[in-house]
Each structure stands twice: as C-alpha cells, then as structure tokens.
C-alpha cells in the first residue's frame, strides 16, 4: 500500500466535530482542481505526495486527509435507491463465508454499495455478477463502479427471478423487495449447500421469507439485526452518542438443502 497521496487517488477529508460526530468528503486527487467544504476550500492538487493522514488547513478548520475504507466508499456512494450499510454488508458477507475465487450473484442492483463490498471480497480471481431489473438504477450503479475502477463486478440488466445466467455459484444475496421470488432460482443455480443471504427492511417479509425458504429446500435459516452504537468520549464523560442509525432492515441467512 502507498505511502503518499498521488493524483488520482480517492481520498477522504475527515473533519472532526464535537457533537456531531465528523463531517467527511470523498474526492478524486487532481491537479488543480479546488475542493469547497463547509469550512473553506481545499486544494487538491497540494495533496499529491503527501503522505496519508496529513492534516490540511483550510480558512477556518483543519481536514485530516485519509485512504478512504469500504465503509467510507459505500457511505459516499452515489444513490438513487436504499443502500445496505457497511454494518449489514459485513455481517452478510463474513456469516456467508465469501473468500477470494468465489463467484456470487447479487441483486438488485441498486446503487451498487453490496456489489462493491463483494468484489473486494471475492478479489481478482473471483467474481461478482449483479442483476437489476431498473435500467436507470443498472446504469447508475454502472458509472459508480466504473469511478471506482472496479472490474470483477459483471452488472446485468435482467430479472432474478427468471434470467440468471450462471450455475454452480458460490454464494447469493438478495436485497429486493420480494426476496421470497427468487428462491426457486436460487435454488437453481447455488452449489449443494451454499448459502443465501437476504435483507429486508420489515418483519413481514422476514416471516414471508423465512417460511418460504424453510419450504423451499433451504435450512439453517437465521435472522438478525445488526446494531452499531457510537460512544462519545472525552476526560469528563464517556457515553453513548445520542444520535445512531436505529434500523437499517434484518439480516435472513440460509443454505441449500440437497437430498
Ligand atoms: C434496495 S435496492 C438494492 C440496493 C443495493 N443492495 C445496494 O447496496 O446499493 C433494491 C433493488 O432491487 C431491484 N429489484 C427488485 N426486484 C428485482 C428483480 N426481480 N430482479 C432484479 N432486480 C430487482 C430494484 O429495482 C432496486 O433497484
């Protein structure tokens, strides 16, 4: 990994604030181009080779300038749909068992936030195919991973319930409003014993999903919420922070049953 910033690169401005929490920036590293924060602007040009985590002074604060993480990327993504969040996609990703080489199908589409925390998973030698039945979300979700220069993601425009393509798959992930749809292809296309990770946002589809899996050939059927709380902390007092995301959706895994 890099040491110094160089043109091109992503990089995030980080500016702490007291109470409520910091204010981030995710920008492209060019020469010449000005950056405008609430606290005056940036030049990013001066940036390049600087090392990472330099701090910049601007008019009237100092940003701390870091490599952005996947959270940060998925957070900063461009957005037309509702994105699973850094939490639920690393609990998803972790509890499936993604390992590099895999190959995984996922949907929708949507932003393309899950897609990006896949394809660093499965790494180069694996890969990612997603589908999307929305072309204007397929094409959003296109140019967010084309900015990112990610290459292991295959975006299909199609249907999951009818349309994929690929067998002997890995792992799968829904994230669609009728999840329970997809199971008979899920079925279809996954390895003996692979799993399936789902997430909605309501109990109503949990208890639509779950039943329809349990008799639908899968097992081992889990759920969960995914709960990150923030702390606040300085000499005086230390508690948690007031403010938190207080639901994203539920997580439902499973596996394919055989024989
Ligand atoms: C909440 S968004 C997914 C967000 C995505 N996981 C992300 O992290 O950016 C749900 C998407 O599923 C798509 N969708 C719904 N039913 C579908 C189906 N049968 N096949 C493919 N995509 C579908 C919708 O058009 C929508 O874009």
Redesign the pocket.
Known sequence: MAVEISEGDLALLVFERRRKGPKKYLVRVERGKVFHTHLGPVDLGELIGRRWGCSVEVKKGIARVFRPTTADIMEKLG?K????YPKDAAYMIIKSGVRPGDLVVE????????AYALSLSVGPTGKVVS????PK?HEMAKENLRRLGVRNVELKL????TDIAERDVDAMFL???APW??LPAAREVLKPGAPLAVFVPSCEQIKKFAVAARDGGFGHIEVVEVLVRGYEVNEQRTRPASRMIAHTGFVVTSRKLVD
């Open positions: 957005r749909t509702q994105i699973i949907g929708g589409t949507g932003s393309g936030s899950l589908y999307e039945v929305n979300f199609g249907d999951l319930r994230d669609m409003a749809e997809v």
